[in-house]
């Protein structure tokens, strides 16, 4: 299933996406956030739900970020494509690592960063002169989970999303190499546009992302590039550690960042951003001057 969250009078309600209509169910079915955090049994409620309802064009409602009710801040996955990680050599203002990693690099960012899919970008120059953007896949767990085995890990994932993890480099570069600081301004990483089920999707491991940035593609590789694939980060950010049905897992981003191109290229007011992943749908996004400070 491809579930959204659709915004109506009334509230948020789960919508069951089918090619280019949504079929917007009933206040009873309560969020998607509860739907995943409910397991099977939920996620098949929803599917008989969606059943009865007559489906509306896609086109004709607002779509929320699908998730919004989160248990910790979003869990982030970094250097996790080595062709990004080897554009940052050198780049990095003196905190680039002596080699590549042998295990995963993770970090958060704050829940207020997320928006919609097709929401503003925040944007507050007087916060940073170094917006960038980052193309990702998001991994949703389904069931509380720990220490799981790399054979094992992908059982507890419910779905999978499109994200956009945008940066302020230099604020990322200020804070002792500690990058919380530089990926947590509010109202910054889109989300969406809905979530995908593992079941609809066959090949993980080889799906096409990409970045556009005002019809320019900026990034555009494939999930077979990883350096850590999607089973490896879960078995080892779960080790010693219980993640929660409903926590968001972004898996990093490939080359083409902004940061790491010769002019520099990084956003500004107005510019749309495009981020879309091989079935799981598209973000668009215009960055907007925002008074955050």
């Known amino acids: 299933m491809k579930l959204a969250s659709v915004v ?21 079915l309560r969020g998607l956030d509860e739907a995943i955090r409910g397991g099977p049994a939920a996620l098949d409620a929803v599917r008989a739900a969606a059943r009865q309802v007559t489906a509306v064009p896609l086109a004709e409602v607002r779509l929320d970020a699908p998730l919004r009710r989160f248990n910790r801040d979003i869990l982030c996955t970094g250097w996790n494509y080595w062709d990004h990680f080897e554009e940052s050599r050198g780049k990095r203002e003196g905190q680039d ?3 590549r990693p042998k295990h995963p690099t993770f ?5 207020d960063t997320v928006v919609g899919p097709h929401d503003d970008i925040a944007y507050d120059p007087q916060l940073s002169a170094k917006w960038d953007y980052e193309a990702e896949v998001a991994l949703v767990i389904g069931a ?11 059982s507890y994932v419910a779905a999978f999303c499109v994200a956009n993890d945008v940066s302020q480099r230099d604020l990322q570069r200020a804070h002792g190499g500690q990058w919380l600081k530089g990926k947590s301004i509010d109202a910054t990483m889109p989300l969406g546009p809905w979530l995908t089920t593992v079941d609809e999707v066959p090949d993980p491991a080889n799906l096409r992302i990409q970045c556009e940035v005002n019809g320019v593609v ?24 219980t993640l929660r049905a409903g926590d968001v897992v972004l898996t990093g981003t490939p080359s083409g960042i902004g940061n790491a191109r ?3 290229v990084f956003l500004n007011d107005g510019d749309l951003v495009v981020t879309r992943v091989e079935g799981l ?13």
Request: hydrophobic residues 40%.
């Open 8 to 28: 109506t009078s009334a509230g948020r309600r789960i919508g069951v996406v089918t090619g280019d209509t949504v079929a917007v169910l009933p206040a009873e």
């Open 97 to 99: 690592p002596p080699e």
């Open 107 to 111: 970090f958060t960012k704050g829940p």
């Open 144 to 154: 509380d989970c720990r220490s799981v085995s790399e054979g094992d890990a992908m």
């Open 218 to 241: 900026l990034q555009d590789a494939s999930t077979a590039q990883m350096a850590f694939p999607f089973a490896r980060i879960i078995a080892e950010l779960s080790w010693g550690m």
């Open 262 to 264: 010769d002019p520099q």
């Open 281 to 293: 749908g598209e973000l668009r996004n215009r960055v907007r001057l925002t008074k955050l400070h």
